[in-house]
C-alpha cells in the first residue's frame, strides 16, 4: 500500500474498540429500526405459516419466484467474505488487512438470511426441511433421497456456514483477549472465558497464521461447490430450456463474487461513514477493490454472453421464445435494461476512473447498483424461465409479488444490516493483530530521492 | 511413598514497545542462566516475524488434523449416502441403485466439512487453548509491550527476577502459582 498512518498498537486498540468498549449514538436508534423492519417480516412469515403459500403471488406455473430468487441473491453476497478473505490471504495482499473480518462476517449473516430465504419460508413447512438431509424415518423405512439437488444444496450450503462461522471464531481469539484486557468486571470474564485464555506466546501466533492459510485453502473449494451447487438446483432440471445450461456453475460462481465483492465495498464505505476508520480503511483499500472489481465484472459480463451466445446458438424455438420474453416482453423488458445497466454499464465504467475508485460516496452508489443489477439478474433468470408457457401445462398463470414476500425480502436485508452492526458492538470488525502485524512489517525506504513506503514479509 | 509435589512459580518481566532487542537479550541472558526453554515464554500483542527475538521456531503437527477429519468426513459421506440409498432403493429401469454423481457430491461436501471441523480442533489443541490458568501476564501486552514470563520452582524464580530486570524490564511482577 502507498498510503498508510503509522498507529502504534495502544492507538489501534483505541481506534478500532472505541465503539465496542461505548456505544455510538446513532447505534441503537438504527438497529431498534432494522429490528422494527425483520419483525415485520417475522410477521408476515408467521401470517405466511398460517395461511400456506397462497399468500404469495405465485401462480401456476411460476412456483418459485421472490424467495429462491432471494436465496441465490443471498447465497452470492456470502461469496465475499471467501473471496476476500481466503484468496487476498493466500496471496499475502497487504490491503486486505482491514477488510477480512468484515467480509468474513458478511459471509455468515448472508448465509443465514439465504437459509431464512430458501428452506425456512419456501418449503412452507420449515420445521421439517431437516428431514430431507438426514435418515430419520426408522418406523417406515423412508429416507431421503440423495439424488435429489435439494439434498446436495443443504449440505453444501451447511458445509460453508459451519466453516465460514468457525474462520470467523478462530481468527478473533486474538482480539478477544484484547477486549478482555481493556474491560472489567462481567465483560471482562465474559471475554476472557471466549478468548480460550488466549495470551500471545510466539506458539499461539505461528498456529493463527497457519489457522489462517490453511482454513483459507480448505473453505475455497467449498466455496467454490456451494455456488454450483445452488447453480444445479436449477441446471440439472431438464423441464425449464432456460435453466437447463452447462454454463451455470461458472456463470453463477463468477456472479456470485460480482456482488459479494461489490457488497464487501458497500461495507467498507459504511465502516468509515459510521465507525469513522479513515485511519485504517484509506483511499487506496478502495481503489484496490475498485481495480478488483473492474476485472471481477469484466469476467462476469463475458460469463452472461457466454450464457445466451449457448442459448441462442442452437436457434431452437423454446429458447428463442424464453429469450425474447426476458428482452421484449412486459413487464421485463424493463428489469432485463435496469438489470444490464445497474450490474454491468453504469458502475465498470465508471471504475475505470482514479478518481471514483477513490471516492467514497461513488463507490457506494456504484457498489449498491451492482446489487440492485445482480438481485434482478436472479429474478430474470427464475421467473421468466418457468413462466414461458409450454404446451404441456394447463395453467399460463402470471407473477406479482404480495406484500408479503416483499416483506420477508425486506426483512432479510434487515437482518443482515442488524447483524453486521450488533456484531460491531460486541467485536471488532476490523481484525486488531492483522493491522498490528502490518504495522509492525510496515517501512519505509529511499529509492533515489524519493521515500516509498514498503512492507516487510516472512 | 509419594514424591514431594514441586510449586512453581511464575514471574514476568515488562519490556517497552520497541524494545525487540532488549527482549532478545533478556531472552539470551536467561537461556545462559541455565533457565530451559520450557521455562520461559516471550508474549507480545501482535504476531512478530519467526526468530525476531531468538526464540525456537514452534513445532507443531496441526497439517494432520485436516487429513484425518477428510477421512472422517469421506466415510460418514459414503456411509450416509449408500445407506439410504440401499435401505430404501428407488429403482429407475436399468439404472443401478447406487447413483455415483450425487453421492460424489455429498462425500466431497462431508470430506471438506471434516476436514474443517478437525482443522480447527487441531488449531485449538496444538495452541494450548483453552488455559484456564493465566500464570503471570499484564494487560498491557495487547498494548504493545512486550512480556518474559519465567515459570520455574520457588528456589529458582529470585535470580530469574534478577536476570529479567538486569536485562532492561521496565517492570518485573510475580504471577500466580502454578503447581
Same mark, same amino acid.
Given at each position: 500500500m502507498q498510503e498508510h498512518i503509522d498507529l502504534d498498537q495502544k492507538q489501534v486498540n483505541e481506534t +478500532?474498540?472505541?465503539?465496542?468498549?461505548?456505544?455510538? &449514538?446513532?447505534?441503537? #436508534?438504527? =438497529?431498534?429500526?432494522?429490528?422494527?423492519?425483520f419483525l415485520a417480516g417475522v410477521g408476515a412469515f408467521g401470517y405466511l405459516l398460517n395461511k400456506g403459500v397462497g399468500v404469495w403471488g405465485q401462480n401456476r406455473p411460476v412456483f418459485w419466484a421472490f424467495d429462491m430468487t432471494?436465496?441465490?441473491?443471498?447465497?452470492?453476497i456470502s461469496h465475499a467474505g471467501i473471496m476476500i478473505s481466503a484468496i487476498l490471504r493466500l496471496t499475502q495482499a497487504e490491503w486486505r488487512r482491514p477488510v477480512t473480518r468484515a467480509a468474513e462476517?458478511?459471509?455468515?449473516?448472508?448465509?443465514?438470511?439465504?437459509?431464512?430465504?430458501?428452506?425456512?419460508?419456501?418449503?412452507?413447512?420449515?420445521?421439517?426441511?431437516? +428431514?430431507?438431509?438426514?435418515?430419520?424415518?426408522?418406523? &417406515?423405512?423412508?429416507? #431421503?433421497? =440423495?439424488?435429489?439437488?435439494?439434498?446436495?444444496?443443504?449440505?453444501?450450503?451447511?458445509?460453508?456456514?459451519?466453516?465460514?462461522?468457525l474462520f470467523v471464531i478462530i481468527a478473533l481469539l486474538p482480539d478477544l483477549a484484547v477486549i478482555r484486557d481493556r474491560t472489567t468486571g462481567m465483560r471482562q470474564k465474559i471475554y476472557g472465558f471466549l478468548c480460550l485464555g488466549w495470551r500471545g506466546t510466539p506458539r499461539q501466533w505461528k498456529l493463527q497464521a497457519v489457522a489462517g492459510i490453511l482454513l483459507s485453502a480448505l473453505v475455497l473449494p467449498v466455496f467454490v461447490s456451494v455456488h454450483s451447487i445452488v447453480s444445479w438446483d436449477f441446471a440439472v432440471q431438464i423441464g425449464v430450456e432456460g435453466w437447463h445450461s452447462t454454463i451455470f456453475a461458472p456463470y453463477f460462481i463468477i456472479g456470485a463474487i460480482h456482488s459479494g465483492v461489490s457488497a464487501v465495498a458497500t461495507v467498507m464505505v459504511l465502516m468509515v461513514w459510521l465507525f469513522k476508520w479513515d485511519k485504517v480503511l484509506r483511499p487506496d483499500h478502495f481503489d484496490a477493490i475498485g481495480r478488483l472489481l473492474i476485472i471481477v465484472a469484466t469476467v462476469w459480463f463475458f460469463a452472461f454472453f457466454l450464457e445466451w451466445v449457448f442459448a441462442l446458438y442452437t436457434l431452437e424455438k423454446p429458447e428463442l421464445v424464453l429469450r425474447e420474453l426476458q428482452v421484449f416482453k412486459m413487464p421485463y423488458m424493463p428489469l432485463f435494461l435496469t438489470f444490464l445497466v445497474t450490474a454491468f454499464f453504469f458502475p465498470v465504467p465508471l471504475w475505470l476512473f482514479k478518481n471514483v475508485r477513490r471516492s467514497l460516496f461513488w463507490m457506494f452508489v456504484t457498489t449498491i447498483s451492482v446489487n440492485i443489477g445482480m438481485w434482478l439478474e436472479r429474478f430474470l433468470i427464475i421467473v421468466p424461465g418457468i413462466i414461458r408457457r409450454q404446451p404441456t401445462e394447463f395453467n399460463w398463470g402470471s407473477y406479482h409479488p404480495s406484500i408479503i414476500e416483499i416483506l420477508i425480502l425486506t426483512a432479510t436485508f434487515a437482518w443482515v444490516a442488524m447483524g453486521m452492526l450488533v456484531f460491531a458492538k460486541v467485536f471488532p470488525l476490523?481484525?486488531?493483530?492483522?493491522?498490528?502485524?502490518?504495522?509492525?512489517?510496515r517501512h519505509v525506504i529511499k529509492i533515489g530521492r524519493k521515500i516509498v513506503p514498503a512492507s516487510i514479509r516472512e | 511413598m509419594?514424591?514431594?509435589?514441586?510449586?512453581?512459580?511464575s514471574v514476568i518481566g515488562l519490556f517497552q514497545p520497541g524494545s525487540e532487542d532488549t527482549v532478545a537479550d533478556s531472552m539470551d541472558a536467561l537461556k545462559a542462566g541455565g533457565y530451559t526453554e520450557h521455562e520461559y515464554e516471550l508474549l507480545t500483542g501482535t504476531p512478530y516475524p519467526e526468530g525476531t527475538f531468538g526464540e525456537a521456531e514452534p513445532k507443531h503437527s496441526?497439517?494432520?488434523?485436516?487429513?484425518?477429519?477428510?477421512?472422517?468426513?469421506?466415510?460418514?459421506g459414503l456411509i450416509l449416502t449408500s445407506g439410504t440409498q440401499l435401505a430404501y432403493p428407488l429403482i429407475t429401469g436399468g439404472k443401478p441403485v447406487l447413483s455415483i454423481p450425487p453421492m460424489a457430491i455429498i462425500m466431497y461436501e462431508g470430506t471438506m466439512l471434516g476436514a474443517i471441523l478437525f482443522t480447527v480442533l487441531g488449531i485449538i489443541i496444538e495452541s494450548r487453548l483453552p488455559r484456564l490458568f493465566m500464570g503471570a501476564y499484564d494487560?498491557?501486552?495487547?498494548?504493545?509491550?512486550?512480556?518474559?514470563?519465567v515459570t520455574t520452582t520457588e528456589d529458582r524464580i529470585g535470580k530469574a527476577e534478577e536476570i529479567l530486570r538486569k536485562s532492561g524490564a521496565r517492570e518485573v511482577k510475580r504471577g500466580w502459582e502454578k503447581s
Open positions: +478500532l474498540l472505541k465503539d465496542v468498549v461505548g456505544t455510538p &449514538r446513532w447505534w441503537l #436508534p438504527a =438497529v431498534g429500526f432494522l429490528g422494527m423492519v432471494n436465496f441465490v441473491f443471498w447465497i452470492g462476517v458478511l459471509t455468515v449473516f448472508s448465509l443465514t438470511a439465504a437459509l431464512m430465504a430458501a428452506p425456512l419460508t419456501h418449503t412452507g413447512r420449515p420445521w421439517r426441511s431437516w +428431514l430431507w438431509i438426514f435418515p430419520y424415518d426408522f418406523e &417406515r423405512g423412508v429416507w #431421503p433421497n =440423495v439424488r435429489s439437488a435439494f439434498v446436495w444444496d443443504p449440505s453444501a450450503v451447511m458445509t460453508y456456514l459451519t466453516a465460514s462461522t476490523v481484525p486488531l493483530f492483522d493491522i498490528k502485524e502490518g504495522m509492525v512489517g | 509419594m514424591p514431594k509435589m514441586q510449586f512453581k512459580r496441526l497439517f494432520r488434523y485436516p487429513l484425518i477429519g477428510a477421512a472422517c468426513g469421506f466415510i460418514i494487560t498491557r501486552i495487547t498494548e504493545g509491550w512486550i512480556g518474559v514470563t
